[in-house]
């Protein structure tokens, strides 16, 4: 019965033979797992930990070690792995801060390399100690897993980040099932990582203000959430909900709906997949379902395709914002050159009084004061809600999304020798932000696209190397604390995250922008705990998922061992 459930659980992703354990051999050096347990109820269907320890012992010996990513908590204690663990934890469907990220890639080079665990001593090679794996998971052994794997591809390896991610997508997952990595926004770090790896690695994490976002293609009710990493990184916060009146709009008409029909398709969940949207980064080379060419790349090829490559990203231009219709009331610059004909008047103010959120085709969102955010990664949330009637007391999401984006990377920090520029504009369309758990579903349409407007909040600091290379990062090596393990019954993975559904009206949930952010306004139906819940998305998850050996080869569930 467990190993039944096990492979429920499991489903898509390719079992090892020889273990019975949902993993795959992303190389013959880098160990992509899910999450395992050693514990009731979970321990029915996720990868036994004892089972997993008796496979790596047996393969491996005392040359493997792990690295984790899970701010729901890692699941089982350190000890029950021999203390060989590093934890770099960072909220799920989501890209960790990228400050982590030479940390994770420079702590798994040393250990391949000959290195200590804690980045003390060791004999410390140029050549990949022979023996020695790296053994990453998150919970279903994707998202997370696969952004660690890729980026250590291409910032050690030598490898394309195209070729990475095909790679990933042809050991971890089914035929015609989708991509290893398929958060846009993760992609977008893998991007990051690339263009840091190319131009010296090096980064500098600074705090950055949010001046205005611009929307165009509004629809009425959508509400816009400014917010950052917190705790190091394993939380992430609000840091500010736009009221009514940081809201102009500029031009009106607000787009129509598009139509119930097309919400129940949502909301049923018909339309989400694994897939990367087409308007992602690197969206071809992660979905690709041919992948048996993808390999690293050959040194001349490499240096022939950076030559080719216009490394620099495009540069978003500050004439591409809405220009404000001056107003008696109205104080703000006119130098910026509008997409709009000057001719576009505002909405009427009856109109706009008959919704508290307006929408129109052009509307400008500017906060009392700049939202200062600590570190150089900003999130946009939006939301968008229908209330009913205040005798009925519910109101429905009909959207969720969210866009991550890091203002060095956007400010052409590694192209600029670590000096990005003082401010910039980040735009994004609606079909390339990120969904709803990891899928592409994000329910109706709130808008058309969203440009935000930011600027650093500091003078500017010494940019720092990756730690390899006597860079000023600081211990880039060292690992940070592991999340807190959740030891109630529901577990580290029955954590709330944003769904389209009905809501409960109440007072602290009238100007919040989350859907789940306030727990005791969720209607009961979405209390989950267990596997026929919150585990019922793991199935979704990882329906797609395989298990494969160190050649790469899919293993038949019929064929593996409990």
């Known amino acids: 019965m467990a190993s039944f459930l096990r492979q429920l659980v499991a489903g898509p992703r390719r079992g090892h033979s020889e273990a019975g354990l949902d993993l795959c051999y992303v190389t013959d050096h880098i160990i992509a797992t899910s999450g395992p347990s050693h514990t009731y109820p979970k321990l029915a269907y996720r990868n036994p930990l004892d089972q997993l320890v008796t496979f790596l012992d047996a393969k491996h010996g005392a040359d493997w070690a792990i690295w984790e990513f899970r701010a729901e908590g890692t699941g089982y204690p350190d000890h029950l792995v021999y203390d060989r663990i590093r934890h770099y934890p960072f909220p799920d469907h989501h890209p960790p801060p990228f400050s982590l990220m030479p940390r994770i890639l420079a702590s798994m080079r040393h250990w391949l390399h000959g290195g200590a665990l804690d980045g003390v001593g060791g004999s410390v090679t140029e050549k990949r100690h022979p023996d020695r794996v790296v053994v990453v998971h998150c919970k279903a052994g994707k998202g997370r897993s696969g952004t660690a794997s890729v980026s250590y591809l291409v910032a050690e390896e030598g490898w394309r980040a195209e070729d990475a991610l095909a790679r990933f997508t042809e050991r971890r997952m089914r035929p015609m099932f989708g991509a290893g990595v398929s958060i846009p926004s993760q992609l977008r770090w893998v991007r990051y990582v690339d263009r840091w790896t190319r131009h010296g690695?090096?980064?500098?994490?600074?705090?950055?203000?949010?001046?205005?976002?611009?929307?165009?293609?509004?629809r009425n009710g959508v509400k816009l959430d400014v917010e950052g990493f917190a705790e190091d990184g394993k939380r992430i916060c609000s840091l500010h909900t736009f009221q009514k009146k940081e809201r102009q709009v500029v031009q009106g008409g607000a787009p129509a709906d598009g139509g119930l029909s097309d919400l129940v398709w949502e909301m049923a969940g018909y339309s989400s997949g694994t897939k990367a949207p087409a308007q992602a980064e690197f969206a071809d080379a992660t979905n690709n379902e041919d992948t048996a060419t993808a390999k690293p790349a050959n040194k001349k090829?490499?240096?022939?395709?950076?030559?080719?490559?216009?490394?620099?990203?495009?540069?978003?231009?500050k004439t591409d914002l809405i220009t404000e219709q001056p107003t008696q009331e109205s104080t703000a610059s006119a130098s910026r050159a509008s997409t709009f004909s000057t001719s576009s008047k505002l909405s009427s103010a009856s109109s706009r009084k008959s919704e508290a959120e307006p929408g129109g085709m052009a509307v400008l969102f500017r906060p009392a004061t700049p939202i200062r955010v600590p570190t150089s990664d900003v999130c946009v949330a939006v939301e968008r809600r229908n209330r009913t009637h205040k005798s009925i007391g519910l109101t429905m999401v009909s959207s969720v999304a969210h866009v991550w984006f890091n203002a060095f990377f956007e400010g052409n920090g590694p192209e600029q020798g670590g000096s990005p520029d003082a401010d910039g504009v980040f735009t994004i369309e609606w079909d390339a932000m990120d969904g709803i758990k990891g899928t592409s579903r994000k329910g109706s349409r709130c808008l058309d696209k969203m440009s935000v407007v930011w600027r650093f909040a500091d003078t500017g600091v010494s940019s720092s190397g990756d730690g390899g290379g006597g860079g000023g990062g600081g211990d880039i090596v060292g690992a940070a604390e592991p999340a807190?393990?959740?030891?109630?019954?529901?577990?580290?993975?029955?954590?709330?995250?944003?769904?389209?559904?009905?809501?409960?009206?109440?007072?602290?949930?009238?100007?919040?922008?989350?859907?789940?952010?306030?727990?005791?306004?969720?209607?009961?139906?979405?209390?989950?705990?267990?596997?026929?819940?919150?585990?019922?998305?793991?199935?979704?998850?990882?329906?797609?998922?395989?298990?494969?050996?160190?050649?790469?080869?899919?293993?038949?569930?019929?064929?593996?061992?409990?």
């Open 201 to 218: 690695k090096r980064y500098a994490d600074r705090p950055i203000e949010i001046l205005e976002i611009h929307t165009w293609g509004l």
């Open 484 to 562: 807190a393990l959740d030891t109630t019954t529901a577990g580290p993975d029955d954590m709330e995250e944003k769904d389209i559904g009905l809501r409960v009206q109440s007072p602290a949930s009238a100007d919040i922008s989350r859907a789940s952010s306030v727990l005791s306004a969720e209607l009961p139906r979405h209390h989950k705990k267990g596997p026929a819940s919150n585990d019922a998305d793991d199935v979704v998850a990882l329906e797609s998922v395989k298990t494969s050996d160190a050649a790469g080869e899919e293993l038949r569930p019929e064929a593996t061992r409990t």
């Open 301 to 317: 090829e490499e240096e022939a395709a950076a030559a080719a490559a216009d490394l620099k990203p495009p540069t978003k231009s």
